[in-house]
């Protein structure tokens, strides 16, 4: 038996009725914050470099890829080989350059077929009503990662933003930019905002929001 397999089974006798209360207990909804604390804690020993640490954070991630899978499966929806299928699939159709005929040179001729096969498959869920200029992103998303997002729709896009960004400013700070003093200007900002009693994820968060909106108007899009 695969590493994998004796994984899910042990996932399973936990959830089972002679299992452990907690893990009965548990929901998708119940477990999203500990997939973000335990992603946030993987992040660290990727920052520090730690592989030791690091393997053992990617198996706290792995186990709530594993968990959610079997309450999928409970519920008759999908199980872990689905989701594995699903995305071995996705990257050899994305990959034809590798697996199809055709080769691509450069890291950025690929990111160019990427984006193309993904403009071409067909999205689950509900489409939204009227015409979108941004992408779905993760609603819980950080306010700093969502609004790197944002920005790299906006300026992949060619997007018009009127007012409502300076890119010269932007152009000019980022001119001068380095990782020490990024750092250092974000986390001075984080201790303004927490000195005057200011939440700066929502800050950030709506003016993702207000920079979104202005795109959307200039284009004549309705909002996502």
């Not at 160019?112 to 609603?139: H, S, Y």
């Not at 927490?194 to 968060?205: I, Y």
Request: net charge negative.
């Amino acid at each position: 038996m695969s590493a994998i397999d004796e994984l899910r089974q042990t996932m399973a006798r936990l959830r089972g009725e002679d299992g452990c209360p907690w893990d009965q207990e548990q929901t998708h909804q119940s477990l999203a914050r500990c997939l973000v604390d335990e992603c946030s804690e993987l992040l660290e020993t990727i920052d520090r470099g730690d592989l030791p640490h690091m393997r053992e954070e990617l198996g706290d991630v792995l186990i709530q890829i594993v968990f959610h899978a079997r309450l999928a499966e409970e519920a008759g929806a999908f199980d872990f080989d689905d989701v594995a299928r699903e995305i071995n699939e996705k990257l050899i159709r994305r990959h034809p350059h590798v697996f199809g005929s055709g080769r691509l040179e450069t890291s950025e001729q690929v990111v160019m077929q990427w984006d193309q096969i993904k403009a071409t498959e067909k999205k689950r869920g509900p489409a939204a009503p009227g015409a979108r200029l941004f992408k779905a992103l993760p609603p819980r998303l950080p306010a700093l990662l969502f609004a790197e997002a944002v920005w790299k729709q906006v300026d992949k896009g060619g997007l018009p933003t009127g007012e409502a960004v300076d890119r010269r400013r932007v152009a000019s700070i980022a001119e001068g930019l380095t990782e020490p003093g990024l750092g250092k200007a974000l986390f001075e900002l984080a201790a303004a905002a927490r000195a005057k009693g200011l939440d700066p994820e929502q800050a950030l968060r709506r003016e993702c929001d207000r920079v979104m909106g202005a795109a959307e108007s200039h284009a004549g899009a309705k909002p996502s």
